[in-house]
């Protein structure tokens, strides 16, 4: 299963961006789904995640308040809502997909994944 993730590109701090999660064989809607980012030189880290049927969700402290996650899985689309975008989130932003609710902030437990889509955020 390959997801496509799309939406990045370049904007300024304060600014907002969608990212969309799909893929062609309607997998998606079955999956539960994350964002995770990478920046230049760090480590892989997770931003958010999302249950299968939208029912429950789970942010890390740095999006919380900033960052939504949605899903419509008749459109077979995770979206990424990120508001108030600071310097700090430039990353290349990738989705992933698993079966299971669990360990959901844990890059290993996720079987399937996307490209990857950049997010420049100008200062």
């Known amino acids: 299963v390959q997801l496509q993730a799309s939406g990045g590109g370049l904007v300024k701090a304060g600014d907002s961006l969608r990212l969309s999660c799909t893929n062609s064989?309607?997998?998606?809607?079955?999956?539960?789904v994350a964002w995770f980012r990478q920046a230049p030189g760090k480590e892989r880290e997770f931003v958010v995640a999302?249950?299968?049927?939208?029912?429950?969700?789970y942010y890390a402290d740095s999006v919380k308040g900033r960052f939504t996650i949605s899903r419509d899985n008749a459109k077979n689309t995770v979206y990424l809502q990120m508001n108030s975008l600071k310097p700090e989130d430039t990353a290349v932003y990738y989705c992933?997909?698993?079966?299971?609710?669990?360990?959901?902030?844990?890059?290993?437990?996720?079987?399937?994944w996307g490209q990857g889509t950049l997010v420049t955020v100008s200062s």
């Open positions: 999302i249950n299968h049927n939208g029912g429950a969700t």
């Open positions: 064989g309607r997998t998606v809607s079955r999956l539960a």
């Open positions: 992933a997909g698993k079966g299971m609710w669990w360990s959901v902030n844990d890059t290993a437990k996720y079987e399937y």
